[in-house]
T-cell receptor
Framework: SQQGEEDPQALSIQEGENATMNCSYK?????LQWYRQNSGRGLVHLIL?????REKHSGRLRVTLDTSKKSSSLLITASRAADTASYFC????????????FGAGTRLTVKP | GAGVSQSPRYKVAKRGQDVALRCDPI?????LFWYQQALGQGPEFLTY????????KSGLPSDRFFAERPEGSVSTLKIQRTQQEDSAVYLC????????????FGDGTRLSIL
């Protein structure tokens, strides 16, 4: 069964706007990761945040983690049409990244 | 460098047939994972190998599903007596297997059961 739940299920914005996606999960975790999937392709790792971290940045991506609320958010700033994809959070209870469970994803559409 | 390679990319089979899906992981990656992804959903864990050992097969939906990785590199997912509900994309991923290293995914095999 899937561990995380993303919110919203679908998001449509204009190029240049920011996109925020949320993820909630149920059990304790070692780390939480965000992945991106273009249509018909495999998943691509974006960013990993450990359970003892609260915020992490990578380029235009900003991830926050609140373990007390069992939730995470992914912010994409200054969105581009090429950011159009599905975004998944994955929680991992292990220390070797071998116990990942994915949510159902947020479908992001960025209009040019 | 080469990524995770899966074959075939598309597979159409009649209900009741057996199918075999192949995954070539990144060279040197110890861990290998199989996931099933239904349309519009996230990947669902099926099974996990560390080298040739299948350490977790708790996600396999039935005994019709079988996975192997006999030499610790290439893996095959076999589905026997396929049923329509087996139609999905089957994703393979590999990782170093130590520490918080990300999983690297192939582009999947889209399986359609008629």
């Amino acid at each position: 069964s899937q561990q995380g739940e993303e919110d919203p299920q679908a998001l449509s914005i204009q190029e240049g706007e920011n996109a925020t996606m949320n993820c909630s999960y149920k059990t304790s975790i070692n780390n939480l990761q965000w992945y991106r999937q273009n249509s018909g392709r495999g998943l691509v790792h974006l960013i990993l945040i450990r359970s003892n971290e609260r915020e992490k940045h990578s380029g235009r991506l900003r991830v926050t983690l609140d373990t007390s609320k069992k939730s995470s958010s992914l912010l994409i700033t200054a969105s581009r049409a090429a950011d159009t994809a599905s975004y998944f959070c994955a929680t991992d209870r292990s220390y070797n990244n071998n116990d990942m469970r994915f949510g159902a994803g947020t479908r992001l559409t960025v209009k040019p | 460098g080469a990524g995770v390679s899966q074959s075939p990319r598309y597979k159409v089979a009649k209900r009741g047939q057996d199918v075999a899906l192949r995954c070539d992981p990144i060279s040197g990656h110890v861990s290998l994972f199989w996931y099933q992804q239904a349309l519009g959903q996230g990947p669902e864990f099926l099974t996990y190998f560390q080298n040739e050992a299948q350490l977790d097969k708790s996600g396999l939906p039935s005994d019709r599903f079988f996975a192997e990785r006999p030499e610790g590199s290439v893996s095959t997912l076999k589905i026997q007596r396929t049923q329509q509900e087996d139609s999905a994309v089957y994703l393979c991923a590999s990782s170093h297997g130590q520490g918080n290293q990300p999983q690297h995914f192939g582009d999947g095999t889209r399986l359609s059961i008629l």
